[in-house]
């Protein structure tokens, strides 16, 4: 079985799209690399951060959801 010949967004090389290849299916193994080594380190949230934000966005929510069922259509 042969796999399928892609051509990639970034370099336009054309490369074999095998089952197990590490990155995005669009891009070459050169290409998802680069992509895959430029990953920060993330920092930890706390439950209070993570609280007040979710908090924040339920309200916009709900905010959102009134005024879509209660707005006048004039």
Request: net charge positive; charged share 35%; hydrophobic share 25%.
């Amino acid at each position: 079985m042969a796999f399928p010949i892609r051509t990639c967004v970034i370099c336009s090389q054309e490369f074999e799209l095998k089952p197990d290849k590490p990155g995005f299916a669009n891009r070459c193994p050169e290409c998802s690399e680069v992509e895959a080594g430029d990953s920060t380190p993330r920092r930890p949230v706390d439950q209070g951060e993570r609280r007040r934000g979710n908090s924040e966005m339920n309200a916009a929510r709900r905010r959102a959801m009134r005024d879509l069922l209660y707005r006048k259509d004039s």
